[in-house]
């Protein structure tokens, strides 16, 4: 059954403090994992694509990276304007249909 | 970037009354929009798959008759939650993938919350 674990549930750092969110899948024929920041209230933000293992993508004080079997997103020094839930989606056809874990609930105290 | 509008953002309504919400894509067409139902701290559930001139494909365990989702144009997608009940109550909402887009890359709608009393 395909499907997309995000761990931890949810992570409190200190401001400053990096750490990496971890998303894995499991995915007959992976055409793509898409990155998300969803703030309380509001739609999912888009950040990044990333379509091939070895593929890495950058944005600020965040850096996503793909393996075979999951993928990560650091988050290096992070500031309290960071704190969001965080989810992670596989795409599942090429009709652009979604799987999506269930996020990591991401907290940043200064 | 590839901006998405939702409309209504909050919606209150009386138990069996029927309520539409509007999902347009601003600056890019949409051949696809999905529509997705989001519950308190859980992730996002897809409801259905629209495409421009088709009729919509839903998940299995969403209601068709329920919810009507109408593509008509390239930039705008419709759900209409008809005879609405309490349990109906939740956070929707609706994302588009466009051609013009690189790699089925989908951007979301700011959400639309409902509550039925």
Known sequence: ?110 | GAVVSQHPSRVICKSGTSVKIECRSLDFQATTMFWYRQFPKQSLMLMATSNEGSKATYEQGVEKDKFLINHASLTLSTLTVTSAHPEDSSFYICSALGLALPGYEQYFGPGTRLTVT
């Open chain 1, 1 to 110: 059954e395909d499907q997309v674990t995000q761990s931890p549930e949810a992570l409190r750092l200190q401001e400053g403090e990096s750490s990496s969110l971890n998303c894995s899948y499991t995915v007959s024929g992976l055409r793509g994992l898409f990155w998300y920041r969803q703030d309380p209230g509001k739609g999912p933000e888009f950040l990044f694509t990333l379509y091939s293992a070895g593929e890495e993508k950058e944005k600020e004080r965040l850096k996503a990276t793909l393996t075979k079997k999951e993928s990560f997103l650091h988050i290096t020094a992070p500031k309290p304007e960071d704190s969001a839930t965080y989810l992670c989606a596989v795409l599942y056809n090429q009709g652009g249909k979604l799987i999506f874990g269930q996020g990591t609930e991401l907290s940043v105290k200064p």
